[in-house]
C-alpha cells in the first residue's frame, strides 16, 4: 500500500479498517455463490487454503517480509506454535464455511459479536488485564444473550461458541509469536497446503470436485485466495495507525453485515433469536463506548498533563 502521511494516513487506515471488516461482513456472500455452484465447504476450505498461499506470498514479498518466514521455518519453537494457530485457524475457517453455507449465518455472526468480550475474559485470565464495572457489564450482556440463543436453538450455540474460542485462542498464540501478520499467515498458509491440495487432487481424481468443471467454477475457487488474505492484510495496516478505541467501534460492523446477509438469505429469526442478539447488540455497545472513553480520558490526562501550571 502507498505510503501516505499526517491526516491522509489517518483517512487512509480509516477506509483500510472499514475495508476489511466490510469483507469480513460480506464474505458469507461467497461462500453462499460458491455453494450454489456446486462446492462443498470441504472442498471451499481445501481451495481457501491453498490459493490464500499465492496472495499471502506476494505481499510477504512485497513487504521485504522474506526473511521472518525463513527464520520461522528455521526455528522449532516458533513453527510449532504456529503450527497450534494453523490448527485453531484451520478449525475455525471450517466451522465458519460451514456454518455460512448451511443456514447458520446468524449463529455465526453471533460467536463474532461475543469474540471482543472473550478476548476481555482471556485478557484477565492470561495476562492478568483488569476489567472495569463496564467491562463485566458487557460480558453480563453477552451471556445472557448466549443463553437466549440457546433456547431459541434449543441447544447450545456450539457454532458460536467455537467461532470465538478458536478465533480468541488464535489471537492468543499470535500475540506471543514475534512475527508479522502477513508472514505468519503464510507460513500457516504453507503449513496448511499439503492438507488443501491433497483434497483438491483427490475430489478431481474421485470425480467430486467442481473447481474445474468451468471457468466460473474455477474464478470462484481462485476467488478464496485474496478474500482469504486481502482483508487481513487491511486490517494489519490499519490497527497500527488507528486508536483502539476506533477499532472497537469499527469490529462489530462484520459481525452485523453478517446478521443482515444471514436474515438476507432467509434464515429463521424467531422472537427468541431477536431476544439474544438485542442483549448482544446491548454488550457491544457497551464495550464499544466504553473503549472509547477509555481513550478519550487517557487523552484528556496526558493533555492536562502537558499544560503548564
Known amino acids: 500500500m502507498t505510503a501516505v502521511t499526517g491526516p491522509d494516513q489517518g483517512r487512509a487506515a480509516l477506509v483500510s479498517a472499514f475495508g476489511c471488516y466490510v469483507l469480513w461482513g460480506v464474505m458469507p456472500l461467497l461462500f453462499m455463490a460458491q455453494a450454489a455452484a456446486g462446492f462443498d465447504s470441504f472442498e471451499i476450505l481445501a481451495h481457501r487454503a491453498l490459493w490464500a498461499v499465492a496472495v499471502a506470498g506476494l505481499l510477504v514479498f512485497l513487504a521485504g517480509q522474506g526473511g521472518q518466514v525463513r527464520a520461522v521455518l528455521a526455528t522449532p519453537k516458533t513453527l510449532a506454535w504456529l503450527t497450534l494457530s494453523t490448527m485453531l485457524i484451520a478449525i ?44 463485566w457489564v458487557a460480558i453480563g450482556l453477552a451471556a445472557v444473550g448466549v443463553l437466549f440463543q440457546a433456547l431459541a436453538l434449543g441447544r447450545p450455540p456450539w457454532i458460536s461458541i467455537i467461532l470465538a474460542i478458536s478465533f480468541a485462542s488464535y489471537g492468543v498464540i499470535r500475540k506471543r509469536v514475534p512475527i508479522d501478520a502477513q508472514a505468519g499467515l503464510l507460513v500457516e498458509c504453507l503449513l496448511l497446503v499439503p492438507f488443501g491440495l491433497a483434497w483438491v487432487l483427490w475430489l478431481q481424481n474421485t470425480g467430486g470436485g467442481v473447481a ?14 485474496p478474500a482469504t488474505v486481502l482483508p487481513l492484510a487491511l486490517f494489519a495496516w490499519s490497527a497500527r495507525r488507528l486508536p483502539l478505541s476506533t477499532i472497537g467501534f469499527i469490529q462489530f460492523l462484520a459481525p452485523t453485515l453478517q446478521f443482515v446477509v444471514g436474515v438476507w438469505a432467509g434464515e429463521d429469526l424467531t422472537p427468541l433469536r431477536v431476544i439474544s442478539f438485542a442483549f448482544i447488540w446491548g454488550g457491544a455497545g457497551v ?18 498533563a502537558a499544560t503548564p501550571v
Open 212 to 225: 474445474f468443471d468451468s471457468p466460473t467454477n474455477t474464478l470462484w475457487a481462485l476467488a478464496n485466495g
Open 287 to 304: 464495550f464499544a463506548a466504553a473503549a472509547w472513553l477509555r481513550v478519550r480520558a487517557a487523552r484528556r490526562a496526558l493533555k492536562d
Open 92 to 135: 475455525n475457517w471450517g466451522v465458519y464455511v460451514w456454518a455460512t453455507t448451511h443456514g447458520a449465518t446468524l449463529e455465526a455472526s453471533l460467536g463474532y459479536y461475543i469474540n471482543p468480550l472473550l478476548n476481555m475474559v482471556v485478557g484477565l485470565w492470561l495476562f492478568r488485564e483488569k476489567i472495569d464495572r463496564w467491562g
